[in-house]
């Protein structure tokens, strides 16, 4: 373990934002964690996991922790169900292609999703009608002022869509360390009503898809319409799709007759927020070295160079521009730092 000072971020941001830590320390293990974190000499610390979540907009002067926790175990398995537990630091999309390699089936659908194992049920990330919290079992975790190590199981976790208490309550009072979910050996549960699977999937002419071939649709499509972090700086999606009452709905349908919508409850609909960002204009929108994807206008991008103080503020006029048209408040997915 090795403490080192005024060190770069932009290689652990997936937005290549290039701010410094005043220090900075990778840790390999729970007693190396156990131990950076008792550190008095260092009272200020900032965790970080893969940087994929995150916009930042400042130089960090405090002790960096990057959470580097490898490690992938079965913990049981019968003839229907494996669960396995994944240490934090595990990249999610490979941890993906590990499970699928073993034939372990139900987070295919999260495919390609940017980031860490542990920020995985801190978003409670989710992906073409799948979320997390559909597998999740329990997740470790380590409290900063006790540093005892803590087990969420599921109902601790008040998952929502894009939420968790991890964000809410017990944000910034925890490191998550081990992710355990329970996912299907045999008999797997396809999901492919959402988004453009199926069409994919009869691109490909396949009509009995296996768990492979939905991954296999799900990067595709992932791929034609968001940019590569290690090409184009970007955080995924920096914006929620706003949930909205189905009074409010119907008030904008007479006004939008396009406008699409998804049903949440029989008095609730979610509005994809890429839809209402477009339509105010900002897609494939350029300011300089920043902007908005040219094919998701969900995604606001880093073409090199930019300051996250310039792409939050684009991300404000955006806010500000989405309300004054459509009376929507569109929140932030991407924590801004």
């Known amino acids: 373990m090795h403490i080192q000072h005024n060190i770069s971020l932009k290689p652990y941001n997936t937005f290549g934002i290039d701010v410094n830590a005043k220090h900075f320390v990778s840790v390999q293990s729970l007693k190396d964690l156990q131990e950076v974190l008792s550190l008095k000499a260092y009272p200020n610390k900032f965790i970080l996991g893969g940087g994929s979540n995150m916009l930042l907009t400042q130089d960090i002067e405090a002790l960096v922790i990057q959470i580097d926790l490898k490690g992938i175990d079965v913990v049981s398995q019968d003839n229907d169900h494996v669960v396995v537990k994944a240490n934090a630091g595990e990249n999610w999309h490979e941890f993906v292609l590990w499970c699928l390699q073993h034939n372990y089936g139900g987070i295919e659908n999260l495919s390609l999703i940017p980031g860490n194992v542990g920020s995985a049920p801190i978003q409670n990330i989710g992906a073409y009608g799948v979320e997390l919290k559909d597998v999740f079992v329990s997740c470790e975790a380590i409290d900063l002022k006790t540093l005892s190590l803590q087990t969420f199981e599921k109902s601790d976790c008040q998952f929502d869509y894009r939420e968790s208490i991890f964000k809410q309550k017990l944000k910034d009072k925890l490191i998550i360390t081990s ?33 492979q071939d939905i991954s296999k649709a799900v990067i595709a499509i992932r791929q034609s319409k968001l ?55 900002f897609k494939g929108k350029t300011l300089g070295n920043f902007g908005v994807h040219k094919k998701q206008a969900l995604v606001l991008v880093n073409y090199g160079g930019a300051k996250g103080q310039e792409i939050l503020n684009l991300a404000r006029l955006i806010q500000k521009t989405v309300f004054k048209i459509f009376n929507v408040s569109i929140e932030t997915e991407v924590n801004i730092i």
């Open 179 to 211: 992710v355990t979910l329970k996912l299907t050996a045999t008999n797997h549960k396809l999901n492919t009503d959402y988004g453009a699977i199926t069409s994919q999937l009869q691109e490909y002419n396949i009509t009995k898809p296996s768990i």
């Open 227 to 281: 940019p590569d972090p290690k090409e184009i700086g970007n955080s995924g999606s920096f914006f929620k799709n706003p949930v909205i009452s189905k009074t409010q709905f119907e008030e904008l349908k007479t006004q939008f007759p396009s406008i699409p919508s998804y049903e949440v409850s029989p008095t609730e609909i979610k509005i994809p927020a890429g839809w209402l960002i477009e339509h105010a204009g």
